[in-house]
């Protein structure tokens, strides 16, 4: 019944995992006690006991269990007075959710028999830039958050009782889909409990209605699109969007798509930038969690009917990319009147760190002041494919306008394209980065080929 994790959810977790072993080092010497897998808690359980029994300084993966509780914290220490608990975090605060699985790890940690001078959360510092080394103190946020984990005991005692009520009981509690099903996270009996909620033409895909007015219908059995009758208050935007889906044909805005398109002007280039934004900076000048353009791929084309020619970038992961990728888009995007880009997200951002750089600043004004997203046509329906329906993720709709559909590549997606860039800073094989290279050039130039193909879809679209 669970869901399979996702690429997405498999990265963040190594990422957690990644800063997690990253953080011990600001205790050094620490005993590690984690588990061979996770059905072997009871042997860490078991060590944890004996280790605090020796006060052992600095325990890694520590573990507790009380009223049929487990609770694993990253760094147990002890020092003079007693014990202090470390949960680390690789975010760059502490969130309501992150004081809540403290406050159950102190409930836990407490009532098993240790009583706990303070409790910490290690988060990630915003504001920290690399020097030469990482300076692990100043990556790393410490804050107390005893006062707060102490207030929660009380809810999360009675909590403790209703989650056990549940997990103890023959049947699954009778609670309707909702807004909970991705607060805090994304649930995972999401495919499940969702299967009844048609892949397309539900009030869910209409993205111009709000989470709540989604929900508001589901309330009234109003799940199809078709089932909305006339009467029913929504936005002048979102009834649009209802009558764009029932025309069931292509439409265009007349004039805002002529507008849109005649703002591509021949000599083009298409790019496509790959980008990986690790959470612990990897070179001199960098922050947390800062984007680096690592690999691009530009097609360029003259005139309309020219065949493009393609051009392709990727740095060795041993530098920092960011000022040999403008640079490369700047050599290859010279003499083109447009530059396209087919984004979701703000578009350049990558290069927002070298914004106070003069001579790079006018560069990059240059190549914003030239750029079309051809997201926007579709996420303001200035343009409608009842093929393509409201999903604007870029493989519905290339599978939806191409005749040969998608291509196959061995990266699948971004999430996999980060991990790669990560892999080769990490292998010494030469084959094998060879072949995370070729891997990467693949990915990159069908994906800058997916951009070029939803152009020549949306000028063909122009009557
Ligand atoms: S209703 Fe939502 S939150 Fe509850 S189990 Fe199903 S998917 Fe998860």
Redesign the pocket.
Known sequence: MRDRLSTEQLAKFKRGHDVGILAQKLFPGGVDLSPESPLKYDKAIQQTAKHIKKKTPVIFEAAFQYNGVLAALDILVFKENGWYAYEVKSSLSISHTFLLDASLQYYVIRNSGVELKEFNIIYVNESYVKNDNLELSLLFNIENVTTQVRNNEEFVNSKVEIFKKVVSGYK??D????E??DIPYT????G???NKIPAKGSVFSLDKLSKKERFELYKYSLVKINSIPDSYPLSNEVRFQINLYKKKKIWNDDLKFAQFISRVKYPVCIIHIAVNNPAIPLFPGNRPYQQLPFAAGILYQKSENDKPKYSYFIDEPINDPTFHCLEFLTEHSTGSKSIIVFSDIKEWSCFDCIHTISDKKEILNNIKEKTINLYEPFTNLYHYNPKIGFDYKIENIIKSISENGLSRTIIKNDTELSDAYAQLRTDTDIFRISEIKANIEDYIKVATDYDYQILKYLESKLE
């Open positions: 699954e509690p609670i309707d889909i909702g909970h099903c649930c995972d009996y999401k499940y409990c969702w």
